[in-house]
């Protein structure tokens, strides 16, 4: 079945920099949206950053100018790219895909989540 796999998380100083990579595989026709969201201690999952099949790209406004979303279609490949990073930035980051199956519907998959910790 499909799999996301995540890598690129770690420990970071504030101001350092990141990547993260994610990875689809398994029964794929297309994928129309990829993207991160994550989990702070306490808090609820909260939107990062999404690119949809066609290149459109969404950010929320805390990671604005600081992170960059791209996409490897033909390798079913989202990266995050996380520069001037935050303590506030701290948590789990969960990889996020719209995929479509080969004979079956639509849905949403999730990573397992890979822990980025930016310490002061």
């Known amino acids: 079945q499909v799999q996301l796999v995540e890598s690129g998380g770690g420990l970071v100083q504030a101001g350092g920099s990141l990547r993260l990579s994610c990875a689809a595989s398994?029964?794929?026709?297309?994928?129309?949206?990829m993207g991160w969201y994550r989990q702070a201690p306490g808090t609820q999952r909260e939107l990062v950053a999404i690119v949809t099949s066609g290149g459109i790209l969404n950010y929320s406004d805390s990671v604005k100018g600081r992170f960059t979303i791209s996409r490897d279609n033909a390798a079913n490949t989202v990266y995050l790219q996380m520069n001037s990073l935050k303590p506030e930035d701290t948590a789990v980051y969960y990889c996020y895909a719209v995929i479509l199956g080969w004979g079956r519907p639509e849905r949403a998959y999730w990573g397992q989540g890979t822990q980025v910790t930016v310490s002061s």
């Open positions: 398994g029964s794929i026709s297309s994928i129309r949206v």
